[in-house]
C-alpha cells in the first residue's frame, strides 16, 4: 500500500508519500500561505499518487471529535485565514480516500512508537519546544484524546523567583508555553536561543521549566518514554539538565528504573529526528485504512 502523510504547520506544510513500515518515498516541502493557494499545492503533490488513505497532523486548534459537525476543521486559529477551515473534508473531497487526523504532535508521538524513539512501547509523551510548546501522548497505544485535544504545554509552572520575565502567552501570560517557548528565550534575553549558546544561566533556567513540566506529565500519565524535540531543543546541552532537575524534583518519589537508572534513555531526542510528524501523519494514513484510530 501506499499512504499520504501531511505535517501541517503555521509556516510550513510538508506532504509525503511513503509505505507501511514507514519510508518515505516522495517529500514537499512549501510555506504555509492561504488555505486555497496551500491547498492546491497539495492536490497538485498527490494527484496521480495513488495513495490508499491520507494522514494529516495539524496545528490547530483543530476538532478531532468524530460526532462533531466540525470534525476535522482548523477551528479557533489566530492564523489569518485558516479560522473554521474544513481541512478534513476538502482533502476527502478532492483526494477520495480515508483521513486520518491529529494534532501535529500527536501524530508526532505516534510515529515515534511506530518507529522511532519508543519503539513498541504502548505510552509515550512528544514535547516540542519551538515557537510554541507542543506535546502530544501516546497511552495503550492511541493518542490521546478527550473532549478535544490535551494542551499540555499551557500548564502553569512556579516561576523562579529570579524571574520577573512576564511571559508571551497572550492568553495565560506565565504559563509554560509563555516562559520558556523559543519566542519567550527571545524576548526574555533579548536574543534568539541560537546566539545563547554560551550562557548558562539561559538554559538552567530553561531546564528548570521544562523539568517542572516533565514531572508533572509522568506524575499524570507515567508514560514509557519521553520524546523531546523542537528549535530549542538544538541546545543539546538541555537534556542532561533537564534529566537531572525531573530526577531531583521527583525526589525519589517514583520509584522506577527509568528515572532512577536509566534516565538517560528515557528522557530522550526524537529518533526520527525531524521527520518524527511527517512520518507520524504516515502511520495515521496505516491506521485510518486499518480501522484504528
Ligand atoms: P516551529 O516551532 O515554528 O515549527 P522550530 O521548532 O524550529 O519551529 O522553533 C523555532 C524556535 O526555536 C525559534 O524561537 C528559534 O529561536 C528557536 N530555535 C531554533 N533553533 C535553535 C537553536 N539552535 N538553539 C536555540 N533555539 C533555537
Ligand atoms: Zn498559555
Known sequence: MKFGAIEAGGTKFVCAVGDEIGN?????????????????????????????????????PIDIDPHSKKYGFITSTPKPGWSQVDFVGTMRQKLNVPVGFDTDVNAAALGEVQWGAAKGLDSCLYMTVGTGIGVGAIVDG??????????????????????????????HGDCLEGVASGPAIEARWGKKGQELANDPEVW????????????????????????????????????????????????????????????????????????????????????????EL
Request: proline share 6%.
Open 142 to 171: 492511541k493518542t490521546l484524546k478527550g473532549f478535544t485535544h490535551p494542551e499540555m504545554g499551557h500548564i502553569l509552572v512556579r516561576k523562579n523567583e529570579a524571574d520577573k520575565f512576564q511571559g508571551v502567552c497572550p492568553y
Open 24 to 60: 518515505i518515498i516522495e517529500k514537499t516541502v512549501f510555506p504555509t500561505t492561504t488555505p486555497e493557494e496551500t491547498f492546491s499545492k497539495v492536490y497538485e503533490f498527490f494527484y496521480n499518487k495513488e495513495i490508499d488513505s491520507l494522514g494529516i497532523g495539524s496545528f490547530g
Open 204 to 291: 538552567e533556567l530553561e531546564a528548570d521549566y521544562l523539568a517542572q513540566a516533565l514531572m508533572a506529565y509522568t506524575l499524570i500519565l507515567s508514560p514509557h518514554r519521553i520524546v523531546v524535540g523542537g528549535g530549542v531543543m538544538k541546545q543539546t546541552q538541555l537534556f542532561p539538565l533537564i534529566r537531572k532537575k525531573v530526577a531531583e524534583k521527583l525526589n525519589g518519589y517514583v520509584q522506577h528504573p527509568n528515572i532512577l537508572e536509566n534516565i538517560e534513555e528515557w528522557i530522550v531526542p526524537p529518533g526520527l529526528g525531524d521527520e518524527a510528524g511527517v512520518k507520524g501523519a504516515l502511520a495515521l494514513a496505516a491506521k485510518s485504512v486499518r480501522g
